[in-house]
Nanobody, 115 residues
């Protein structure tokens, strides 16, 4: 099994910056995709950014140019750098890891962007 531990959420002012971390442990061999989803109150969970085992990245249109996903292979950790966040980025952010067809979720971390 894969375990994911997220950190770095909190309160940030619009235009500031925040970095989320997601550390993977356990049976991490063959994880082929990691990334972040988010869910705002009353809304569906949506993909924010993902990164493949080969390092390819993808982003939601709403965060392109502002958020950056990266990884530290040695630490089995994925990061989400949030630059110039907006109030509409306020949500619970969930890390995920996909191993073959199985997806593991983190516990979620709250990000609140104040205007």
């Amino acid at each position: 099994q894969v375990q994911l531990v997220e950190s770095g959420g909190g309160l940030v002012q619009a235009g500031g910056s925040l970095r989320l971390s997601c550390a993977a442990s356990g049976s991490i061999t063959s994880i082929n995709h990691m990334g972040w989803y988010r869910q705002a109150p009353g809304k569906q969970r949506e993909l924010v950014a993902g990164i493949t085992g080969g390092g390819s990245t993808n982003y939601a249109d709403s965060v392109k140019g502002r958020f950056t996903i990266s990884r530290d292979v040695a630490k089995n950790t994925v990061y989400l750098e949030m630059d110039s966040p907006k109030p509409e980025d306020t949500a619970v952010y969930y890390c995920y890891a996909r191993k073959l067809v199985i997806i593991t979720w983190g516990q979620g971390t709250q990000v609140t962007v104040s205007s």
